[in-house]
């Protein structure tokens, strides 16, 4: 017999809410195919460290966290992880559980850690009992009813369109006969009888459940990781209406759900209570890492203290530059830019380039032609503040909107219920050159360039002046301008990749730095912006030119946007443009070792390839993130593995820029590094699987096969080549060159970075004249380094 919400004691009814928020809260949110952001996977334990996040989550999904130690110990055995990194590693875990000496670590190398196993479930209980595979009945069942609901625009029909989440699931649910054939009878009438709103289901089914106070929080983790990506997509939904200042219930509506599914499954099967009840008490013990988990983390951390004394390594006392460059270049700090950074500075030492976030300071969102739909093109961490558009004159836009109605009325004809088996038998045949030109890469249009951006309503002279200084200022670009700038956002061209904006830029929220670079080449050319920065102290050389381009980081081309601009340029466009193409091949050169069965010559095939699973590597690999002048880093080889940012911490006089910096590109890359990471780790629950086998669904996100949860993070394609994993799982190292003092203000105001440093998701190191000087260690303090070559 169940309670009714009013029979339940207030107190509890109150710890049970508050445990299924803080369930929610430990769920990622996952970014949909359209705009996909890379996304730290461990967001909601941000306040835990590894081991104790490691605990959680194995409890939770059955993942583990680190690296395999066969990986590891293979890399103490090559000598890449050093008795030094070993018991520097040990020294820093305050673990009371770890080994005692360097030699009962480096002993505990030959055994494997444990398999890792989640938690059950009554539906895993009552799958050993009744044979029936009832996770697998719940993934497939709830699948089809989330694929339908939570449509953006992929199908024709949604169902219960008006209605919540768990309003349309009973709506759904009690339609269903799939339990019930399954073996689970009357769920249709337990589905009706629940209570009308979520919470109120979600009390019920706690108490049905007997879960406590302590073991609630867990057990509703619990379910949520079993939903998978659903459960990030809601959150997804959720961190949108917070962005907005409002709420979304749609992740407790998910919970409510699940929570029926288990406590139909008990009522169905008592005999599963005791077991359940052991499994409650489980629940309810504090997280607490074993000690393969603390072991496990030290060895993670050994590794990647031998990846910061290579990375320290290979920096160098800042170099004179030159008076004036010829060219600077700015791209975007994306790790794989480093490469391409390296080869057009190779062409000429009258070349610089400078590294910046992707978006160019511009808090932009932006309307493509064809609609009044506006994409942020900035971090999703921060709110668009200008609104840019593409449309052309209202001619221009008419024309261009009814050719794109008249397309998609010919697609939804092509694919409705009872016109596409008729399509297919009359015009089938007339596709066959279609399907032979895609096949032969002939048909892919590529990065087409879309109409000059322009912003919406324009800008004050005064607006103009202030956006422009403070970009300038944060790209520490105040002084020696040449007499070509390039600005150089980045995209990706491939062909029949659902993932395509996961290679587009992170800081532009998944789309293109097209936009961003345009922009401010538009604003900086403008006369009325450089009177404006003459009245506020900075001085743009009159024969300065801003160029804006795009580098397509699967074929390593550029793409120049000279957008209307007047100019006595041409020779030094030209020139700029020899180079451009002379280090797209140096570039490709390299990064064909990587890829597999690629040549240089074969990699640009590769973007118009509808069967090519990897068409570029992306950011796997990345590990190191660096604030310092160019100087520091330039004629290094960084294998495309770092994020490059420069920073002159001498011209920021009141520190804002690396306050933008820290709480910005440094959180973004984190996220990025971190998808990464636990896509390799912990695959299962944070990777996004096979491609071969994927579906895209909804228009948001994969599943693999034809039904079940959604997969979010980066396919197994995109990290590993098929005999071996090419994303060495490292958490980022963080070098910024600034006052110590500076970097503590700037942590103690903001404790969600704080955090990431503090509980070791990143390292953090200060530079002092292209060297690592101090260590950043928990509390706001600093060890200092010995040797500067040694980040141990």
């Known amino acids: 017999m169940f309670l009714k919400h009013s029979e339940i004691e207030p107190a509890s009814v109150l710890h049970v809410l508050k445990r299924a928020a803080a369930s929610a809260r430990a769920i990622p949110p996952a970014f949909p195919l359209d ?215 749609t992740l407790t509506d998910l919970l409510a759900i699940r929570l029926i599914w288990d406590e139909a499954l008990l009522a169905h099967f008592p005999e599963l209570a005791d077991e359940w009840h052991r499994t409650v008490a489980a629940h309810a013990a504090p997280i607490a890492p074993t000690a393969d ?82 994409r942020a093109h900035l971090p999703a961490l921060l709110t668009p503040a200008i609104t840019t558009s593409s449309h052309g004159d209202a001619a221009t836009e008419d024309e261009f909107r009814i050719a794109a109605r008249a397309t998609r009325a010919w697609g939804r004809f092509r694919q409705a219920a009872v016109s596409s088996f008729a399509f297919v038998e009359a015009a089938g045949p007339l596709y ?29 002279a005064a607006q103009k002046a ?17 007499r070509l700038v390039l600005l150089l956002g980045h995209g990706a061209q491939m062909t029949n990749n659902p993932h395509e904006s996961a290679y587009h830029c992170g800081a532009c929220c998944g789309q293109t730095g097209e936009v961003s670079a345009r922009v401010l080449a538009t604003l900086l050319n403008d006369p009325e912006t450089r009177r404006g920065l003459s009245e506020r102290g900075l001085e743009l050389q009159n024969d300065t030119l801003f160029m804006a381009g795009l580098h397509d980081t699967v074929t390593d081309d550029i793409t120049l946007y000279l957008d209307g601009t007047e100019t006595d340029h041409g020779a030094d466009i030209a020139q700029a443009q020899k180079w451009l193409k002379a280090a797209g091949v140096m570039a490709r050169k390299e990064r064909a070792l990587r890829l597999p069965g690629a040549t240089p010559q074969t990699i640009a095939a590769r973007a118009l390839n509808w069967a090519e699973v990897r068409p570029e590597w992306g950011l796997a690999g990345c590990a190191g993130f660096i604030a310092a002048s160019r100087g520091v880093t330039s004629g290094s080889d960084f294998q495309g593995r770092t994020f490059l940012h420069n920073y002159d911490w001498k011209a920021d006089k009141d520190f804002s820029t690396l306050e933008l910096i820290m709480t910005a590109p440094v959180v973004v890359a984190s996220w990025i590094n971190l998808q990464y990471y636990g896509s390799a780790v912990a695959s299962s629950a944070f990777g996004g699987g096979n491609k071969l086998i994927h579906n895209v669904v909804g228009g948001i996100g994969v599943l693999q096969g034809n039904g079940g949860i959604l997969r979010p993070g980066q396919p197994w394609q995109t990290i590993h080549d098929g005999d071996k994993i090419m994303h060495d799982p490292l958490r980022l190292s963080v070098m910024i060159e600034a006052p110590k003092e500076a970097i503590i203000d700037i942590l103690d105001r903001h404790p969600q970075v704080r955090a990431l440093f503090d509980n070791g998701w990143l390292h953090l190191f200060v530079l002092d004249n292209g060297h690592v000087a101090a260590r950043y260690q928990t509390g706001l303090t600093w060890i200092k380094m010995q040797n500067p070559v040694e980040a141990t």
């Open 466 to 482: 202030d956006t422009a200084a403070a970009v300038l200022r944060a790209m520490s670009l105040t002084t020696g301008h040449a």
């Open 35 to 249: 705009g996909t952001v890379a996304v730290n996977p461990f967001l909601g334990q941000l306040n835990e460290d590894l081991p104790h996040a490691a605990a959680r989550l194995a409890r939770v999904a059955g993942v583990r966290l680190t690296a395999a130690r066969t990986e590891l110990a293979a890399k103490v055995k090559a000598g890449v992880i050093t008795d030094d990194d070993l018991a520097a590693a040990l020294w820093f875990s305050t673990s009371p559980v770890k080994p005692v000496d360097l030699a009962l670590l480096k002993a505990k190398l030959a055994t494997e850690s444990p398999a890792q196993q989640a938690l059950p479930t009554v539906a895993d209980l009552a799958a050993k009992v009744t044979g029936t595979d009832w996770p697998a009945v719940i993934s497939r069942s709830f699948g089809l009813w989330a694929a339908g609901h939570f449509d953006r625009g992929q199908a024709f029909w949604t169902p219960a369109p008006a209605l919540g989440a768990f309003a349309a699931w009973r709506a759904w649910a009690t339609h269903d006969m799939t339990p019930e054939i399954a073996g689970l009878s009357c769920f249709c009438a337990h589905v009706a009888a629940a209570p009308d709103t979520s919470e109120c289901a979600v009390l019920r089914a706690a108490t049905a459940l007997d879960l406590t106070e302590d073991a609630a929080e867990t057990a509703f983790h619990r379910l949520l990781m079993d939903l998978g990506g659903w459960s990030q997509h809601a959150r997804w939904l959720s961190w949108q209406a917070e962005m907005a200042g409002g709420l979304d219930e």
């Open 432 to 460: 066959g050159w279609q399907l032979v030109k895609d096949a032969l890469g002939l048909g892919a249009k590529g990065l087409t360039p879309a109409l000059a951006p322009h912003v919406v309503g324009g800008l004050t």
């Open 293 to 374: 988990q603390v072991l496990d983390a030290i060895l993670q951390d050994a590794a990647e203290r031998a990846y910061q004394r290579q990375l320290s390594g290979m920096l160098a006392k800042p170099k004179r530059v030159i008076e004036r460059s010829a060219v600077q270049a700015a791209f975007c700090i994306d790790v794989r830019s480093e490469v391409f950074r390296r080869a057009f500075e190779a062409q000429s030492p009258e070349i610089e380039t400078i590294g910046f976030a992707g978006f160019f300071g511009l808090p932009l969102a932006h309307k493509v032609q064809g609609t009044d739909l506006a």
